[in-house]
Structure formats: C-alpha cells, structure tokens
Nanobody, 120 residues
C-alpha cells in the first residue's frame, strides 16, 4: 500500500559527503513526521534526524552540524545531506515516515535501507 525507497548510499572517504533520498509512494493521505535512522552491525537502530510536516527538525548530537534533513511535501520525499563524514557514521540508513492512508489508518512505514560506508 505504501512504499518508501531510499537511494544515495555508497562508499566515501572520511571527510566526504553523501546525500540520501527517500521517496514515498502509494495510497497516502498525508505524512506527519519523517526521519532517518541508522543501524551499525551489532548495534541497535538509532535516530539520526527527524523533520515534521512544517519543517521543524531535530538531530542526534553525533550528527548535529554535519547532517541536514529536508523534505518536499509536494513530492513526498525526504533527504539527508551528510557532510564531514566519519567512520563512525558507517551503517545502514533507513527512512521512516508516519503515514496516514485514511481517516482511520495511520502508522510508521520503513524503507529497505541503504548502506553508507565511510573509510579512513
């Protein structure tokens, strides 16, 4: 019914940049909060950044000042611009969206994840 598809992951050297994108599609009535999460091997998934429908943002302390989250409500997309990447940023990055598909249906949807690897 609803799909989130991430793109933009890859391999980059420390200090480099990547931009991740996520597109939502399907029977979408509205999208509230969207966010990016990441999970490194052996670790729990953690929040990276979130953005509300009116573009209020929050960031994890570890990425504040380096990452920027943005969204396009008309296109139903969310992006994460990652600058000054560190090896510690290596993880699978997941897109999440709080989606309302009707007046009686609202829940979180997750993308499949995209790998980001930062080398020394």
């Amino acid at each position: 019914q609803v799909q989130l598809v991430e793109s933009g992951g890859g391999l980059v050297q420390a200090g480099g940049s990547l931009t991740l994108s996520c597109a939502a599609s399907g029977s979408i009535f509205s999208i509230n909060v969207m966010g990016w999460y990441r999970q490194a091997p052996g670790k729990q998934r953690e929040l990276v950044a979130t953005i509300t429908s009116d573009s209020s943002t929050n960031y994890a302390d570890s990425v504040k000042g380096r990452f920027t989250i943005s969204r396009d409500n008309a296109k139903k997309t969310v992006a994460l611009q990652m600058n000054s990447l560190k090896p510690e940023d290596t993880a699978v990055y997941y897109c999440k969206a709080d989606v309302r598909t009707g007046w009686t249906s609202r829940r979180d949807y997750w993308g499949q994840g995209t790998q980001v690897t930062v080398s020394l």
